[in-house]
T-cell receptor
Framework: KNEVEQSPQNLTAQEGEFITINCSYS?????LHWLQQHPGGGIVSLFM???GKKKHGRLIATINIQEKHSSLHITASHPRDSAVYIC????????FGTGTRLQVFP | DVKVTQSSRYLVKRTGEKVFLECVQD?????MFWYRQDPGLGLRLIYF???????EKGDIPEGYSVSREKKERFSLILESASTNQTSMYLC???????????????FGSGTRLTVV
């Protein structure tokens, strides 16, 4: 079993929809990254959080350390949000989830 | 704007060639990492370095070596490239320290290597 599980693996949405991507992990961590990867591109860190909630524009990330769970929400989704979203946890080194491929259609 | 720069976005090499992938960061970070990314397997750690001239094996070091002669530069070396090393390679760095705020990673834009 993977130490970091993401769901769903694939997600399609219509422009404007509210999107949630989930991440569950089984190890003790000090922090968690949400990462975004566009096709053929590098990885951008969207959030790094260790408790509570963070918001940046239309993106919101939450984490519950006791339940070992984090969610990434996208409000008013747009086709430019289409990408792979990766959850990565930090016990000592990064452990990555396998990603959620999001496609947003106009 | 702080950066991790990988010297090539796309690279095509022949089997048996010696290949150097270069990564440079301008944030004075102590820790640097090399990952490879493959469909269905996600990102896996090849090697990392926590200081100049220091290196540690990651989860899949076989067939690779690294060099860290200067703090800002971390090189991944494929001594004799093979077709199973065709992959996307990503470099990352972070500052060391135990404070939560110091744990953030910065990633490069990736090098897509094809070995023919």
């Amino acid at each position: 079993k993977n130490e970091v599980e993401q769901s769903p693996q694939n997600l399609t949405a219509q422009e404007g929809e509210f999107i949630t991507i989930n991440c569950s992990y089984s190890v003790g961590i000090s922090a968690l990254h949400w990462l975004q990867q566009h096709p053929g591109g590098g990885i951008v860190s969207l959030f790094m959080l260790s408790s509570g909630k963070k918001k940046h524009g239309r993106l919101i990330a939450t984490i519950n350390i006791q339940e070992k769970h984090s969610s990434l929400h996208i409000t008013a989704s747009h086709p430019r949000d289409s990408a792979v979203y990766i959850c990565a946890v930090i016990p000592d080194k990064l452990i990555f989830g396998t990603g959620t491929r999001l496609q947003v259609f106009p | 704007d702080v950066k991790v720069t990988q010297s090539s976005r796309y690279l095509v090499k022949r089997t048996g060639e010696k290949v150097f992938l270069e990564c440079v960061q301008d944030m004075d970070h102590e820790n640097m990492f090399w990952y490879r990314q493959d469909p269905g397997l996600g990102l896996r750690l090849i090697y990392f370095s926590y200081d100049v001239k220091m290196k540690e094996k990651g989860d899949i070091p076989e067939g690779y070596s690294v060099s860290r002669e200067k703090k800002e530069r971390f090189s991944l070396i494929l001594e004799s490239a093979s077709t199973n090393q065709t992959s996307m390679y990503l470099c990352a760095s972070r500052v060391s320290g135990t404070a939560t705020a110091n744990y953030g990673y910065t990633f490069g834009s990736g090098t897509r290597l094809t070995v023919v």
